[in-house]
């Protein structure tokens, strides 16, 4: 990750974090709820990467992150799923398009889903 991806990867642990610990004080998410706690953490990604600026970084940095996805997750957890499309649909056409080498050989050469 270059220097502003490295920023961007705080930036985005932080508003994880934050909006986890708002969810909490505010009794929006209930920790005595692990399965609803963990769907509303999922639903918080797509949100904090965008706010954290992934739109605007260099598109090697937007690639190695759209390929750090975990190929199980794409195919057995739809909160995943959804997250990924609600992430890609508000990015700039350009970073979209742009991605696609990455990601089909990440999708051609990375392990399976069983390994």
Do not use: C
């Not at 705080?10 to 709820?33: I, N, P, V, Y």
């Amino acid at each position: 990750m270059s220097e502003e991806g490295q920023g961007w990867m705080e930036w985005t642990k932080d508003r994880l974090q934050f909006k986890m610990e708002a969810g909490l004080r505010s009794g929006e998410w209930d920790e005595s709820k692990p399965e609803e706690l963990k769907e509303k953490a999922y639903d918080s990604h797509s949100e904090a990467y965008l706010e954290a600026g992934l739109a605007d970084l260099p598109q090697e940095d937007i690639d190695k992150v759209l390929t750090a996805v975990d190929r199980g997750d794409l195919v057995f957890s739809w909160d995943a799923i959804q997250e990924a499309g609600e992430t890609a649909w508000d990015m700039p056409l350009e970073k979209k398009v742009g991605s696609i080498p990455a990601l089909v050989n990440w999708l051609k050469d990375g392990p399976s889903i069983t390994d």
